[in-house]
Every structure is written in C-alpha cells, then in structure tokens.
C-alpha cells in the first residue's frame, strides 16, 4: 500500500491536530507509522485504523514534551432531519464561540429540509456562514465517527455513529417571525454553550465578542 492510501487518515489528523500542530510534525509522524505498519502487516483490512491511533498517540505525546498541553478537538455531529438549518446553526455557533476548538459538523439530510430563509437571515445578522460543513455518515470509517452527537428533535433516531450522544427537544421554527428567530438563536446559543461546557472547552459568548470587536 502506498502513502497516498491514507490520504483520509492524514485529513482526519490535520482536522485534529492541525491547530496545534504543524503539518510537517504531523505528516513525519504519519509517513514513519505508515512506513512501519505497511513493512509487517499481512492483513490490511483494519491497517488503516491501527495507524490513526499510533499516529495520533505519537502527535500527542510530542506537543506534550513540547510544551504544549492543550487537548485535540471534538468532533460535534448536529443532526435535524426536520429542519436542517437549526443543525447549520448550532454547527455554526459551535465553532464561532469556541474559537474552532471543536469541529463542528452536520448532518446530511434530505434535500427538501436544507434551507430556512428566516434563520439564514438571524445567522447573517450574527455573522455567522450558514453554509453547511456537512459530515457523510456513510463513510464506514471509525476514524471519522463523531465524539459527540447532538441530535435536535426529541424523537430523533439514535442511527448515526458517535462515542457518545445528547438530546436536545428544540421547538421547530415553522410559522416563526424574525424576532422569535433571533430569541431561538440565542438559546440555541446558551445550549452550545452548556455543551461546551460540559466538554470542558472554553468559549466566549456572541455578545462578548461583538463587545470586544
């Protein structure tokens, strides 16, 4: 197997490591794991895992001894099969008032269920992309299964992989008007922030920024 074969281990250490790490001390860590695993292995169905968990073990324990004691980020999975732009906001939100410390990403959903004006209109308001940072579930990839996901609707089925998952009963906006949007986006807020909270990741509420700015 070549190096290029793991190209999506190489994302996924990048997508955790990357804002501590430099690329070239992640990619010297990978190519010499890769390089080590690939001489000896005679079944290759699971060698890609084995490698994502050596290589990260290794990237740890250097920004340790570097110094540097900060954890990798989360991954959060939002999920709203009913309205998939509450998901595009929480994702949203998640990652403005953490300062990208965790990656947030949603759901895919059907197609009919990606777009809701009013709450496209609060984000820009906020500032915040209301572009969707989608994650495939169909990946089949352990690696890339989300630490946490949040699902939105209280009777959402709990079918999508995560190490662990929450369940928020979040109203649906259908018939709401623009000021009711923008009181939903601020507790949608105040639930990103609980969740942040409870994952020990610092964050810096919207209306402290826009004080700071």
């Known amino acids: 197997m ?4 793991f190209r999506s281990v190489r994302h996924d250490l990048y997508t955790r ?3 501590r790490a430099d690329s070239t001390i992640i990619d010297t860590i990978l190519d010499e794991v890769i390089t080590e695993h690939t001489a000896a292995a005679r079944v290759t169905d699971f060698l890609s895992i084995f490698i994502y968990r050596e290589a990260a073990e290794k990237i740890q324990d250097h920004l340790w001894t570097h ?5 990798p980020r989360q991954r959060v999975l939002f999920v709203s ?3 998939a732009a509450r998901a595009v906001l929480a994702a949203a939100l998640a990652r403005r008032i953490s300062d990208n410390a965790v990656v947030a990403t949603v759901a895919r959903t059907h197609p009919e269920n990606r777009r809701d004006a009013l709450i496209e209109w609060v984000m820009d308001e906020r500032g915040l992309r209301a572009e969707p940072v989608s994650y495939a579930a169909d990946t089949g ?10 699902y939105l609707d209280d009777k959402e089925p709990h ?15 259908d018939g709401m008007n623009v000021e009711q949007i923008r009181r939903f986006a601020q507790d949608m807020e105040g639930r990103v922030a609980g969740l942040l909270t409870d994952l020990d990741i610092p964050f810096v ?9």
Do not use: K, M
């Not at 070549?2 to 074969?5: G, L």
């Not at 079918?159 to 906006?173: E, I, K, N, Y």
């Open 17 to 19: 490591f990357g804002h």
């Open 2 to 5: 070549t190096v290029n074969a």
């Open 81 to 83: 099969r009913t309205n």
């Open 159 to 173: 079918d999508l992989p995560g190490r662990s998952f929450v369940q928020w009963d979040v109203p649906a906006t």
């Open 141 to 150: 990839r352990t690696v890339a299964a989300a630490d946490i996901v949040v």
């Open 67 to 71: 110094g540097n004691t900060g954890t």
């Open 205 to 213: 509420p919207q209306s402290a920024q826009r004080l700071a700015a």
